[in-house]
């Protein structure tokens, strides 16, 4: 299935606009993930646990959105967002949460 951010294919037409859709990936950071991370944002280094789970919550969010297009009978989806969010959970630690959506659609 293509999928894309852009409203439409070059080369391709569309012939069926399906509908919204989308999927959602809610992810738990750990603390001990957390409390490195700081550490690692203080000496100025990148945090690979935060990106290994951010990489995570997004091929979950993609495939969801890819499955829920799949059963509607598109093959393609287009103008696709990713969205990114940090849920705060009491002192803890925090959730990542990722959200895609786009348009099915079937290509001719």
């Known amino acids: 299935m293509l999928v894309v951010t852009t409203p439409s294919i070059e080369g391709r037409r569309i012939t069926r606009y399906l509908g919204l859709v989308s999927g959602d990936a809610i992810l738990g950071a750990n603390i ?8 690692r944002d203080i000496v ?8 290994q789970e951010l990489r995570k919550a997004k091929t979950i969010a993609l495939e969801e959105m890819q499955a829920e297009a799949q059963q509607m009978g598109a093959n393609a989806i287009v103008a696709v967002d990713l969205d990114y969010e940090t849920v705060q959970v009491g002192s803890g630690g925090g959730m990542l949460m990722v959200s895609a959506s786009g348009t099915a659609v079937v290509l001719e």
């Open 44 to 51: 100025g280094g990148r945090s690979a646990a935060y990106e």
């Open 32 to 39: 001990f993930k957390d409390f490195f991370a700081g550490i």
